[in-house]
């Protein structure tokens, strides 16, 4: 066999391999989506990627792998709003309208696998580094939302945890879901709370 023709060989069998590694992958995210992690079976993943259970392990040697691919895919395709920007609002009430509009607009869209996620997460221990991920991710969010604020010590506590909470996708199903809200007054209902939150009063 030619040089030229090994390469093209070896070419097509790597473009292969990536392709499968695709379709598992996407499989995974689908049945993450649609019936949630804990659900979600090798078996299941193998059959709607159309491959043998084999095949995935051979790609994914563990649960930890699988879903290390499923949530950097799913993040690619659906990334968070960054709180970078939100920093260079200066007015704190402003600040934290443009990140609540930001952040419910991208829980409305992806509503079924945050739904599904946020209920497995204790249930799946595959899922505790991307758990960790997300958590990191809504500290970031926190700090770039309460950055420059006035508020000191016990006061500064309390925005916190009310901008924690209005960040939150369960705030936002229950404002949106359970009280039936859009997402423009469940925005206005939260930031007039973390407002009050910072308060000098009791």
Not at 50 to 57: D, M, P, S
Not at 98 to 104: K, N, V
């Amino acid at each position: 066999m030619s040089t030229e023709r090994r390469k093209y060989t070896k070419r097509r069998r790597a473009e292969r391999e990536q392709q499968t590694r695709q379709q598992i992958t996407e499989a995974a995210v689908a049945l993450h989506g649609s019936i949630g992690p804990a659900r979600t079976t090798i078996s299941a993943v193998a059959e709607r990627a159309g491959v043998q259970r084999a095949t995935v392990y051979r790609y994914f040697p563990d649960e930890e792998a699988l879903f290390a691919a499923c949530s950097g895919h799913w993040a690619a395709m659906n990334p968070s709003p960054d709180p970078a920007p939100w920093r260079a609002i200066a007015d704190p009430a402003a600040r934290l309208r443009r990140a609540l509009d930001e952040l419910y607009a991208y829980y409305r869209r992806n509503e079924a696998m945050l739904e599904n996620v946020t209920r497995d997460r204790p249930l799946v221990a595959a899922m505790a580094k991307p758990a960790a991920r997300m958590g990191a991710y809504y500290e970031a969010v926190v700090e770039a939302i309460v950055a420059g604020r006035p508020e000191r010590g016990h006061a500064r506590r309390r925005v916190k945890a009310a901008v924690g909470h209005a960040t939150s996708f369960p705030t936002w199903q229950s404002l949106a879901r359970r009280h039936g809200l859009d997402d423009a007054d469940a925005a206005a209902v939260m930031t007039a709370m973390v407002e009050a939150a910072g308060s000098t009063a009791p």
